[in-house]
């Protein structure tokens, strides 16, 4: 609407915004007014249709522009970047200018600026950072670039596969050839080609030199291809002495000089023996007559084993669609012909929803029309009929799906061989054919009809799927947020290929996707994304791809299949899910439940599950194996070994390979253990890449069992008897292969080649998980902590020793009295430091320390981690210690980001927060009553600080790590940081009692053993000591009676006392606890010592085992077990509180400073079973403070 006013002014009033203009005079207005009101009545009357939406920016952001007051928002688009006054005006679509980029040219210069020019003006933008100038300045010279490219000739000669990699380096989407050479190189490659001389190498663009292209070259390039090329110029070469793409430019240029200046790795030319000679020809037949004779009789190569010999002559018909050598001028148009066929087929009625296949017969069978593909697909009655019923376009298909073959008795009667076409406006058409090869033509067919040029030379048999996909990564997110990049995916067996789609829209670049060895497969509701429509999340190695389809019909489509493609169901190594090692899922599931939770059962591997529930267990894994969650609670140790052993025993070829069992047999004839171990390097070398990674992988974890043989009784010999015939299928009928594998598992680490360091690590992980659920622990797996005390420094650092049992509380204390720091009016919180200092988690008083030590291994890096004790004011972390809880949920509004980015995106927004019932509600307004997003928050860890590299707004924050993401939140001030913080952990533990502070407790003392050293040497019968079995933590199979059994040898808990600040123990029972020891040895026989004395001060002596220690008689118990060891523990402990009760009284004014340097410290004592004490693997800065004296109790 256009209407005038005073003052020589007029407004444009929009649906958006009113904008006022002024005129230099009121003609001038009058005019501008009769223009503008004419143009709406013309385009009212005549219904035009409004402008297409504009393409998404590549990139966009904030820039200072010289001359301009305000900073101004600027849009890159594919060429033009946009200049706007604010996001918001960019939304709206009101610019303030807009600047075509085809002959501009980029220039940084100093700070943060850079300068665009264009063939009028220089605009000077400076950004905010120097990282960002280099974005932006890159980004736009990418863009001024494509603005002078023409990818016609690019993707011609790309329909050829071959031409898809350099031929030098192997680089992808190669833009570059040398025309007299006949390859197709990268861009760096042709800077060295260029250095070489227009003699020997004529190099061109194939995006910008587009005039020199004829038909003729694009023709020999397409037929000649790199693989072709490459049999001539490299014939010769040695294996492995070929470029990568990440070469330098030195050794990428000597390797190019050689290759076709030098000509060494050609193979001999029967026309031109000497090279500078055939060089001279190749350049003389390019510009000569006859090009594509000339250059093929020239590059002519010798046939390969069982393939035909290569020649001028074979070209004729080998590739349809190629022209004859005489092609008309110009740029060659006509490689690839539009596919024709034409044939009959039943045609099922258009539809709006999906359905499986028509019948073949009754009332509903579809009608049997000739088709024809031609610029249309028309539909006639009979091949006479002069006028087609129904026709589609090729601009109106979606997607081409090939539908499964019925499987349900109820189905049979439908066309085992159809396909469908989803077409625009959520509509759907079902086609069936006479058989299998009907079905591969014209799907084969339909495919190049509407499908870009890129997938032809991917359509084949095994097609599932083509269609029209809409891509992004979290690299393109980073790149323009809610950019979306076109293409085309092909479902071909169990890859997805994506290639780029012709068109305004950014391409999305030639990829390729093993849906076997996807980590996930997920799908975003509607209301999750910004774009209201259905997401599908691809999650592989070391990146994530975001899918959107055209619609929800095709998307749908799209999910099941890809769902279908990337499922199990074979009996194939080759056909299981893999996981980030290209490891079947099911062995890596099994490998890890059973390392976890089985290494301690006594006979692991040798006692039998239930074969129902293997069975079961077995067809989930191979239904759906990322879906198979072994847990504890729910499955059996034994069931998860015995379907291990049955994965590798139904195998339709063994993981050993059948074809190489003669191989594996003559190795084990060598006389000599060293020559039968490179033999098995080299038998292992030759398998193929999934068969060596699984094997390596499961003699791993049977080389971790048999270092527990201690524990399970399952030596090397053992496990081989039992592993050999499903690794080897052979029935147990080889000694030969038991052999092997017990030779594979004792020289693992020569046969793998694993470093010594992963052996220490191995080592470290069998520690730990051996001692993970025991409550009475050896010496032999006590672990030793290092804490620092405010800062990681070498001289504040405190090494002690952890049991699965402390509690960071216990930690603390235990630490400050080590140190002698007196207790204040500040609290001592202890942190785990993660990323170097960048996030730092304060562990809840009740948190068990070892528990969150032991996923420090998980970690990219494990040194990164650390304990860390830190001095906290009272109202920061004074709420984690008393057992009020917050009457009102906590609520606020918080600055979020989410990786990986959905919802909320890659940057920083401000939303409203709500922590209720042990969640954390995202609202979108304050007094919204239903929240957008719910997170439970139990298993997250929340960590003061938000990495550098997400740029948080304010430098207080703290980071959310849930199950699948991480939510980074900035707060306003430190004080709201800390609230935020000790609510969560709160939440979490709010079911806890509350913590008393303390130093230490009568209780510590009295217990038999504090942490994992004993304090002092009890009188009593240790035969009840013994180590939890497997069967004792996890859910065994278990004779009737054995619970009762159990619950009758446990012992009763007792409530924990009171504690009371007593004071320091270890100054007033230095001289003491020497006495009374020196007491008990008094009236202990001298040939028969106490047992636990043994049991404390030496190595219990026992036969020896697989670990090789000195082996002693055991030396029968005084008497028989007892089961009121409850009443003799009470008994113990009113002994143990009476004597230190004296103690005190005598020893009231006697009291040694704990830290004091008059101190002498002792060495560690031994470990109980002989062996070194375990230290917890991470990297720590120089040595730390010494052992406690030997007279006070280590803690």
Known sequence: MTRSSKDNKFQVITGQRVFVFRTESEAQRDTWCSTLQSCLKEQRLLGRPRSPQPPRPLRTGMLELRGHKAKVFAALSPGELALYKSEQAFSLGIGICFIELQGCSVRETKNRSFDLLTPHRCFSFTAESGGARQSWAAALQEAVTETLSDYEVAEKIWSNRANRHCADCGASRPDWAAVNLGVVICKQCAGQHRALGSGISKVQSLKLDTSVWSNEIVQLFIVLGNDRANRFWAGALPAGEGLHPDTTPGPRGEFISRKYRLGLFRKPHPQYPDHSQLLQALCAAVAGPSLLKNMTQLLCVEAFEGEEPWSPSALDGSFPGVLSSDPSPGVYNEVVVPATYSSFLYCGAISNKAGPPPPRRGRDAPPRLWCVLGAALEMFVSESSPEPLHLIQPQDVVCLGVSPPPTDPGDLDRFPFSFELILTGGRIQHFGTDGADSLEAWTSA????????????????????????????????????????????????????????????????????????????????????????????????????????????????????????????????????????????????????????????????????????????????????????????????????????????????????????????????????????????????????????????????????????????????????????????????????????????????????IDPDQVAQIDLEVSLITTWKDVQLSQAGDLIMEVFIEQQLPDNCVTLKVSPTLTAEELTNQVLEIRGTAAGTDLWVTFEIREHGELERPLHPKERVLEQALQWCQLPEPCSASLLLRKVSMAQAGCLFTGVRRESPRMGLLRCREEPPRLLGHRFQERFFLLRDRCLLLLKEKKSSKPEREWPLEGAKVYLGIRKKFKPPTPWGFTLILEKMHLQLSCSDEDEMWDWTTSILKAQHDDQQPVVLRRRSSSDLARQKFGTMPLLPIRGDDSGATLLSANQTLPMKSPQGSVEEQEELEEPVYEEPVYEEVGAFPELTEDPFASVSTGREQTAKPETPLASQRCFDQPFPSKAGPLGWEERPPEPPPGPPSKSSPQAQGSLEEQLLQELSSLILRKGEATVGLGSPSQPSSPQPPSANGLPTQTLGFSSPAPCTSSPPPSQPFT
């Open 446 to 753: 339909l495919g190049k009809w509407f499908s870009p040029l890129s997938c032809h030379q991917l359509l084949g048999p095994g097609l599932l799927r083509l269609g029209r996909l809409w891509l992004r990564s979290p690299s393109h997110t980073a790149l323009a947020p809610g950019l979306w990049l076109s293409g085309f995916g092909l479902l071909r067996g169990d890859h997805l290929f994506l290639c780029p789609a012709p068109g305004p829209d950014p391409p999305a670049p030639e990829d390729m996707v093993h849906l076997r060895r996807l980590q996930e497969i997920s799908v975003v509701s509607a209301a999750d994304t910004p774009e209201k429509k259905e997401h599908l999340v691809l999650v592989e190695t070391g990146r994530t791809l975001y899918l959107q389809a055209e619609g929800r019909l095709d998307f749908s489509a799209w999910s099941a299949a890809i769902g279908g493609a990337a499922g199990g169901g074979g009996t194939g190594l080759q056909e299981q899910q893999m996981s980030r090692g290209d490891i079947p899922i099911i062995v890596d599931a099994c490998i890890s439940f059973v390392t976890q939770h089985g290494l301690r059962l006594e006979g692991v591997y040798r006692k039998g599950g239930a074969r129902a529930r293997s069975l079961r267990l077995l067809a989930e894994f191979r239904r759906d194996a990322r879906s198979v969650k072994l847990r504890p609670g729910e499955h059996f140790v034994e069931d998860v070994t015995d379907t291990l052993k049955r994965f590798f025993r139904e195998l339709d070829d063994p993981v050993t390979s059948a074809r190489m069992l003669p191989r594996w047999r003559e190795a084990a004839e060598l006389p000599q253990r060293s020559q039968r171990l490179e033999k098995y390097k080299d038998v292992i070398g030759c398998l193929p890449r999934v068969n060596r990674r699984t094997l390596a992988t499961l003699i791993g974890h049977l080389y971790r069992v048999q270092k527990c043989a201690a524990l399970n009784q399952m030596c090397t010999r053992n496990l081989a008897l039992l592993f050999a015939p499903s690794v080897f299928q052979t029935d147990g009928r080889g000694e030969h292969e038991v052999r092997v594998l017990q030779e594979l598992i004792d020289g693992y680490v020569s046969v793998f080649d």
